[in-house]
Structures are given as C-alpha cells and as structure tokens.
C-alpha cells in the first residue's frame, strides 16, 4: 500500500483545512486508516483513524474539531479539521494497516504504511 496526503498549508487560527490521503490498492476498504502529527520538538501524535466499516477514533485534542471520513471507491481518507489553533502546527502524516485492535489504534507502531505527510501551519 502506497500513501500520497496533501491538502495540508498555512491557515490563520480560527481557520479550517481538509488534508486527503490517497491510496494505492484494490483492497483499500478493507484497511484501517489513520492519521498521526509531529510537531517540531515533539513526539508523534495520533490524530484519529478509521475503520472499514466507518467506526471513528479521535485524540482527545481531535475531538469536536476534526472529522476523519472515507471514501473507498476514491481509495481516500480525509481528515476535516476546524477551529484550528497554532498548537495544531504540524506535519500530518496518513498510516494504514490492514487489522489493528481498538487499544492499539492510537500507536503508531500499530500502522504498517505511511504516507510522507503534510505541513499545517496555523499562524496565530
């Protein structure tokens, strides 16, 4: 599996983005998605991800702001984020794999796959 994320850019806060992670692969719909950041000087974080059926899991800095989706017959993942702070400055990065456990989905090393990620910078 192949990852390209784009959609990331410079936003003021307050502001929204729509980062894209397109997919290569037949079986893509069958795949867990998710997407992770790492800020300058810090660790990687999970964001959220998804399952195939469209069950959703958010960091809890994620929830009530970001919205992660998916579009199987695009092979994409989307991740909708509003109310956007400078703290949400990052490198957002897409991850897949094709079976991870609920206690797992926020590790990164549950993922497999990686896209080359893509910058946010949210001015303040």
């Known amino acids: 599996v192949q990852l390209q994320a784009s959609g990331g850019g410079l936003v003021q806060a307050g502001g929204s983005l729509r980062l894209s992670c397109v997919a290569s692969g037949r079986t893509f719909s069958m795949y867990v998605m998710g997407w992770f950041r790492q800020a300058p000087g810090k660790d990687r974080e999970f964001v959220a991800a998804?399952?195939?059926?469209?069950?959703?899991y958010y960091a809890d800095s994620s929830k009530g702001r970001f919205t992660i989706s998916r579009d199987n017959a695009k092979n994409t993942v989307y991740l909708q984020m509003n109310s956007l702070k400078s703290v949400d400055t990052a490198v957002y990065y897409c991850?897949?794999?094709?079976?991870?456990?609920?206690?797992?989905?926020?590790?990164?090393?549950?993922?497999?796959?990686w896209g080359q990620g893509t910058l946010v910078t949210v001015s303040s």
């Open positions: 991850a897949a794999d094709r079976s991870i456990i609920s206690s797992e989905m926020s590790t990164g090393s549950s993922y497999d796959y």
């Open positions: 998804i399952r195939w059926n469209g069950n959703t």
